[in-house]
């Protein structure tokens, strides 16, 4: 079956670090670019980081920026997402989405999201 | 960076009705718009990429339309299973950003 399955997900005092995961299964992503994005309690979609085919070119959005980094193990067929500094408004589902060909496309396969709670 | 502005936020509407829902970007982005639909407690599921093209798979009663930084997507008769809350999303820079979401409910 051709999914992505997020983990690494739970509760966390404010400043400290996670890791997320996400496992891909039924296809390769080393032939696509790969994202994560979140949503607090409520609220709407946020893209969060992206990440090229090769790994070697990454981008974060403005609200945590110096604080998380996406990185991918091709060979291992994973996504991962670094997060320090956690702060309560990180607090959110995190999905992990595949991108088409290229880093500008639709994001056309999403996995069901971890949950991340922030709060002392 | 590209801002995304959806409109309504809210939509009232009843099965069988004609419903459009519009997506402004806060500058021209080409095409590279994608609409999505989410319901309550799963992930989201693209509908319609590069504005108008329809992805496999999903009904061809809905539509997207648009260029430069007016988009709409358009579902012409509204089903049972269509209730729920759509966000467009742009992808023409280095900011994958989404619109705040429409909800369509009964």
């Known amino acids: 079956e051709v999914q992505l399955l997020e983990s690494g997900g739970g509760l966390i005092q404010p400043g400290g670090s996670l890791r997320l995961s996400c496992a891909a299964s039924?296809?390769?992503?080393?032939?696509?670019?790969m994202s994560w994005v979140r949503q607090a309690p409520g609220k709407g979609l946020e893209w969060v980081s992206v990440i090229n085919d090769r790994g070697d070119k990454t981008y974060n959005a403005d609200s945590v920026k110096g604080r998380f980094t996406i990185s991918r193990d091709n060979s291992n067929n994973t996504l991962d997402l670094q997060m320090d500094s956690l702060r309560v408004e990180d607090t959110a589902v995190y999905y992990c989405?595949?991108?088409?060909?290229?880093?500008?496309?639709?994001?056309?396969?999403w996995g069901q999201g971890t949950m991340v709670t922030v709060s002392s | 960076d590209i801002q995304m502005t959806q409109s309504p936020s809210t939509l009232s509407a009843s099965v069988g009705d004609r419903v459009t829902i519009t997506c402004r970007a806060s500058?021209?982005?080409?095409?590279?718009l994608a609409w999505y639909q989410q319901k309550p407690g799963k992930a989201p599921k693209l509908l319609i990429f590069d504005a108008s093209s329809l992805e496999s798979g999903v009904p061809s009663r809905f539509s997207g339309s648009g260029s430069g930084a007016e988009f709409t997507l358009t579902i012409s008769s509204l089903q049972p299973d269509d209730f729920a809350t759509y966000y467009c999303q742009q992808y023409n820079s280095f900011s994958w950003a989404f619109g705040q979401g429409t909800k369509v409910e009964i």
């Open positions: 039924g296809f390769t992503i080393s032939s696509y670019a």
């Open positions: 500058q021209r982005i080409g095409s590279w």
């Open positions: 989405a595949k991108i088409g060909i290229t880093l500008f496309d639709a994001y056309d396969m």
